[in-house]
Nanobody, 119 residues
Framework: QVQLVESGGGLVQPGGSLRLSCVAS?????????MGWYRQAPGKQRELVAV??????NIADSVKGRFTIFRENAKNTLYLHMNKLKPEDTAVYYC?????????????WGQGTQVTVSS
């Protein structure tokens, strides 16, 4: 079973930076297609932040130019570099992986890591 563990969240002042990490395990028999970050603020629906797909990377307009997504270590680790953070970036950030186990499409989520932007 695929497992995702996020880390790197915390409290930061507006204009500051954070780097989130997502470590994937149990993927030896899993073919990853999409890897991305989502976030959910209290009382709001979960939204896409950034995702790597089979054809490229997509970043939400709300964070474009401030956030960057990276994949390293043979796609076992996913990073989200967040710069020029704003209070509206405050949310729980979740790592997401989608792909194939055999011919079956599967989706996996991490535990989430809290990001709080406040002065």
């Amino acid at each position: 079973q695929v497992q995702l563990v996020e880390s790197g969240g915390g409290l930061v002042q507006p204009g500051g930076s954070l780097r989130l990490s997502c470590v994937a395990s149990g993927i030896t028999t899993f073919s990853i297609v999409n890897m991305g970050w989502y976030r959910q603020a209290p009382g709001k629906q979960r939204e896409l932040v950034a995702v790597h797909t089979g054809t490229g990377a997509n970043i939400a307009d709300s964070v474009k130019g401030r956030f960057t997504i990276f994949r390293e270590n043979a796609k076992n680790t996913l990073y989200l570099h967040m710069n020029k953070l704003k209070p509206e970036d405050t949310a729980v950030y979740y790592c997401n992986v989608e792909g194939y186990s055999g011919f079956s499409w599967r989706t996996f989520w991490g535990q989430g890591t809290q990001v709080t932007v406040s002065s």
